[in-house]
């Protein structure tokens, strides 16, 4: 089946420290690749996505890159800022799965002052 | 403002009681989604809905049931079935089946069975 692994957390940072966070998944054909954030109390907000090989997603100064050959979508960010403290969760699409995405178990990133 | 409004934003029940929460989106979005989160893990799909008058089950559906007689809305009632009812509930929406498009989600509802 489908699946998502992140690295596990929690992650602490030092402000404008440089900030990866590790997700790597399993899923047959092309999937759709996502990463969302999540303040705290608060529902999911998309911060960046990519739908095929090599391509590069970006926002708000974070990137991620979709690698086929590693099956890898891994998360950076060259300089972390105390709002950047949430938690962060991968997730995929499959190309045979619709609509639905299947999610990893998130990181929390604190990062402070 | 168009967006996800999710009712109540903190809910609690006795065990044994059915509980129902509320889900209203006015993006014009054709398929709604309900996920459970619980601490320290990620977001499992409880029952998602393509298109009105249609649902289906998502991974953890035991003990949960949904209705979508109107495309805005999808609410959740957790029954009394549910052994462990007490999560964070999220709903989300996206434009239509597609894998191109993201899903939205709504501020959630902090469910405690006491």
């Known amino acids: 089946g489908n699946s998502v692994t992140q690295m596990e957390g929690p992650v602490t940072l030092s402000e404008e420290a440089f900030l990866t966070i590790n997700c790597t998944y399993t899923?047959?054909?092309?999937?759709?690749l996502f990463w969302y954030v999540q303040y705290p109390g608060e529902g999911l907000q998309l911060l960046l996505k990519?739908?095929?090989?090599?391509d590069k997603g970006s926002n708000k100064g974070f990137e991620a890159t979709y690698r086929k050959e590693t099956t890898s979508f891994h998360l950076e960010k060259g300089s972390v800022q105390v709002s950047d403290s949430a938690v962060y969760f991968c997730a995929l699409r499959a190309e045979t799965s619709g609509s639905r995405l299947t999610f990893g178990e998130g990181t929390q990133l604190t990062v402070n002052p | 403002d168009g967006g996800i409004t999710q009712s109540p934003k903190y809910l609690f029940r006795k065990e044994g009681q059915n509980v129902t929460l509320s889900c209203e989106q006015n993006l014009n979005h054709d398929a709604m989604y309900w996920y459970r989160q619980d601490p320290g893990q990620g977001l499992r799909l409880i029952y998602y809905?393509?298109?009105?008058?249609?649902?289906q089950k998502g991974d953890i559906a035991e003990g949960y049931s949904v209705s979508r007689e109107k495309k805005e809305s999808f609410p959740l009632t957790v029954t009394s079935a549910q052994k462990n009812p007490t999560a964070f509930y999220l709903c989300?929406?996206?434009?239509?089946?597609?894998?191109?498009?993201?899903?939205?989600f709504g501020p959630g509802t902090r469910l405690t069975v006491l």
């Open positions: 809905s393509q298109i009105v008058n249609d649902f």
């Open positions: 990519a739908t095929k090989a090599d």
């Open positions: 899923a047959t054909g092309y999937p759709s």
């Open positions: 989300a929406s996206s434009m239509d089946r597609s894998s191109y498009n993201e899903q939205f």
